[in-house]
């Protein structure tokens, strides 16, 4: 009787190595994913490449919106609320904003246009919007998608670096807004430490230039449920900035706050669809802020500011009575007597 040949051949020996390497490949891709979906899978790394995430192209800018931002860059957008609304339509005003995610508290969007022709602003495929939607003049930003605090130090635009740039505008004021990109594959303690040394390499061709770090928006709740931009990484970053602003003594400019809705997320009036970009409403917010944070209140503000006092007087109603004045305010039913 024969016996059968139960001896392992090379070739079997191989397919079961190969088989075994391959569900391993599998496994750790998987793993990858999942852990950079969650946000917790980051680089550290100084020669990683930049990638140019969520990236919005030139064409998708509407002509409608380009025009109609460019029409109204002097604007006011956010009138200040006077007296004279009703309460129960301030209680209607705050139930519409905390379900829409609209911004808790109107921001301040006054700014100098003018202003702007003596700053440079820094940044990456957000401020590509100063340009793109007509706020700023193109020899006043550099910018690019996917630049991160460390990148941008080695980064060419138009042939020219940032020093190249810095040193030919001579600016009396840099704005600089970069992180957003590397919170995907960067830490933040790496990102923050690129930003001083940037700062350092600034100060030294642009001595007289006043710098201000300017923090990294919010995101959606829809994108942060589907992208590694997460709000408590961003609020970190922005911590991690605002301590090397304050040993650079340089300023720091807080657009996170101004730009939350009410949930806390980016609101949706600034909010592109993809939940990270701008619409064009938010430019002018960040502008207002950081004209306000280099020289103080504009004379546009300082009008809305004497304009909203002289509607609160003019919302009372005075009785006369003999050797007397009754104001009495209308939405709170208070009467004083002088």
């Known amino acids: 009787m024969a016996r059968s040949n139960s001896r392992t051949t090379p070739a079997d020996t191989a397919a079961l190595l190969a088989m075994i390497i391959l569900i391993i490949a599998v496994l750790v891709l998987f793993g990858i994913y999942y852990l950079r979906k969650s946000g917790y899978f980051q680089f550290d790394i100084e020669t990683a490449e930049d990638p140019?995430?969520?990236?919005?192209?030139?064409e998708e800018y509407t002509e409608t919106e380009t025009a109609a931002a460019v029409t109204t860059v002097t604007e006011t957008s956010a009138p200040a609320v006077t007296v004279s609304e009703t309460s129960e339509t301030a209680t209607e005003e705050t139930s519409e904003t905390e379900v829409s995610g609209n911004p808790a508290i109107p921001a301040p969007t006054e700014y100098d246009k003018e202003f702007y022709d003596n700053v440079l602003m820094i940044g990456d495929s957000l401020s590509v919007g100063f340009v793109n939607y007509g706020y700023l003049k193109k020899e006043n930003v550099f910018a690019q998608l996917g630049l991160t605090p460390a990148s941008v130090m080695t980064?060419?635009?138009d042939e020219q670096s940032v020093y190249d740039k810095a040193s030919g505008l001579a600016p009396g004021y840099i704005g600089i807004m970069l992180g957003t990109n590397g919170l995907s594959y960067l830490s933040e303690d790496y990102m923050a430490d690129s930003m001083g040394d940037f700062i350092d390499a600034l100060s030294e061709?642009?001595?007289?230039?006043?710098?201000?770090?300017?923090?990294i928006p919010p995101v959606t709740a829809e994108h942060e449920e589907e992208k590694p931009e997460k709000l408590v990484n961003i609020s970190m970053y922005n911590a991690h900035i605002k301590r090397v602003a304050e040993e650079k003594s340089v300023k720091f400019v807080d657009t996170y706050s101004l730009l939350q809705g009410a949930t806390g997320y980016l609101a949706d009036d600034y909010a592109e669809n993809d939940g990270l970009h701008f619409k064009t409403a938010a430019y002018p917010v960040i502008l207002?802020?950081?004209q306000t944070a280099f020289v103080g209140s504009n004379e546009a503000q300082e009008d809305i500011e004497s304009t909203s006092v002289s509607s609160v007087s003019d919302t009372l109603s005075v009785t006369?009575?003999?050797?007397?004045?009754?104001?009495?305010?209308p939405?709170?039913?208070?009467?004083?007597?002088?």
């Not at 006369?320 to 305010?329: A, C, G, K, N, Y």
Request: aromatic content about 0%; glycine content about 0%; some cysteine.
């Open 320 to 329: 006369e009575v003999p050797s007397q004045s009754i104001i009495t305010d």
């Open 331 to 338: 939405e709170t039913d208070i009467t004083i007597i002088v």
């Open 205 to 215: 061709i642009c001595p007289e230039a006043e710098i201000a770090i300017i923090s």
């Open 155 to 157: 980064t060419d635009i």
């Open 52 to 58: 140019s995430p969520h990236v919005i192209d030139v």
């Open 288 to 290: 207002s802020a950081v």
